[in-house]
């Protein structure tokens, strides 16, 4: 049987690990289509040994012939053009966060609950998590199945990166005239952060942490944050579960860690937490894991696995994950390979 995938964002930060991981899975596929912007049209990629040419999203039959489509293009373009992919007979995975809490769309993370895609998803489009939550996701079901999780406190570390190209280009930029001013960092600060622009993230990132991540809410918390709550709780199937999220950007190139506490309804050890989480898929657990060692490796990794020290149904623990990988492009083809294992495409 013939399937044809297309890559939408193909160009992008995202976009260049789904197409990188298509090729080292050996995904089933004997046709790739790549799409971008007007401005990419044209631009020839490799894959598999040749190359692929760019084409616009706004080309009338780009999904023609097209069984899935994984979308990394930001929100707009999946609301307006993931309907026509499936008006094409596809079936959408979209990386963004346009679709993720709408009832009919289910929203996955494979190792928690790839069977919410045991049939094909009401509107042909099924879900990737935002980054942060995909990567707490899996030691926090790992523990929920063993102790029954009732409550988050949930503190991200987030990468440059998972502002995409964008985010990381201008922490590059930042970086060689803030070390050549390293004075000026220690002496005035202040001054120090305005000889660089900020764009992207809330403030000047290089040398520093940014405790505004996202666009501000009436309730005083960022959609990034509002992200952790309800996803969470859509993934893990816990509509009640207590959230307590904030998010924070540090200079990172890829990888997000979270530092988490949380709470169950049954006393919890240090031992019986690792015993829990070892040798649950995709996951490993380590000392001290930090972003910049798993960046590029497909495992979330855990570690600090602590008791809270006063309330015995209470743990502390950190994770890490590559925010392009788990984090999005690894849990998009992930996805993929669950719709051709139950037939669907
Ligand atoms: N970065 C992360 O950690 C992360 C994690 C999870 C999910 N996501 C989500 O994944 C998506 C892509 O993120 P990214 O980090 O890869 O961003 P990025 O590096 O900025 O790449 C954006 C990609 O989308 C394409 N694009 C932009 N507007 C488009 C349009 N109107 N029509 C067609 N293509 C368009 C761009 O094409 P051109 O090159 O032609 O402009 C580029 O290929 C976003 O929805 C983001 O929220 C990102």
Same mark, same amino acid.
């Given at each position: 049987m013939s399937r044809s995938v297309a890559v939408v964002g193909a160009t992008g930060a995202v976009g260049q690990d789904l197409r990188r991981l298509l090729e080292e899975r050996e995904f089933p596929c004997d046709e790739v289509v790549f799409v971008a912007t007007q401005r990419s049209a044209g631009r020839r990629l490799p894959f598999r040994g040749g190359e692929v040419t760019v084409r616009a999203i706004d080309d009338a039959d780009v999904f023609e012939g097209v069984d899935i489509a994984l979308f990394s293009a930001g929100g707009t373009t999946s609301i307006e053009h993931a309907p026509r992919a499936v008006a094409a007979g596809a079936i959408v995975v979209d990386n963004s966060s346009a679709w993720r809490m709408d009832p009919d769309v289910p929203l996955v993370v494979t190792e928690v =609950?790839? *069977?919410?895609?045991?049939?094909?998803?009401p509107k042909g489009i099924i879900a990737n998590p935002n980054c942060t939550t995909m990567v707490a996701m899996l030691p926090l079901k790992a523990l929920h199945d063993a102790f029954g999780l009732t409550e988050v406190v949930a503190t991200s570390y987030q990468a440059a990166g998972g502002a995409g190209q964008k985010g990381i280009d201008e922490l590059e930029a930042q970086v060689e005239p803030l070390f050549a001013e390293r004075d000026l960092l220690r002496r005035d600060g202040a001054a120090a952060a305005k000889l660089v622009e900020s764009q992207v993230h809330a403030n000047t990132l290089a040398f520093n942490v940014v405790p505004l991540l996202g666009a501000l809410q009436d309730n005083g918390y960022t959609d990034e944050e509002m992200k952790l709550q309800n996803e969470s709780r859509k993934i893990l199937g816990l509509p009640d579960l207590r959230v307590s999220p904030t998010c924070v950007r540090v200079p990172v190139m890829v990888g997000h860690a979270i530092a988490v506490r949380a709470r169950f309804e049954r006393e919890v050890t240090a031992d019986a937490a690792l015993d829990a989480m =070892? *040798?649950?898929?995709g996951m490993v657990v380590d000392e001290a894991p930090t972003p910049l060692e798993w960046a590029g490796r497909d495992e979330v990794a855990v570690g600090r696995v602590r008791r809270d020290l006063q309330d015995p149904r209470a743990l502390n623990f950190w994770v890490t994950g590559d925010n392009l990988l788990k984090g999005a492009a690894l849990n998009t083809v992930q996805i993929a390979e669950v719709l051709v294992a139950n037939g669907l495409v």
């Open positions: =609950n790839a *069977g919410t895609v045991a049939q094909r998803p =070892n *040798g649950f898929p």
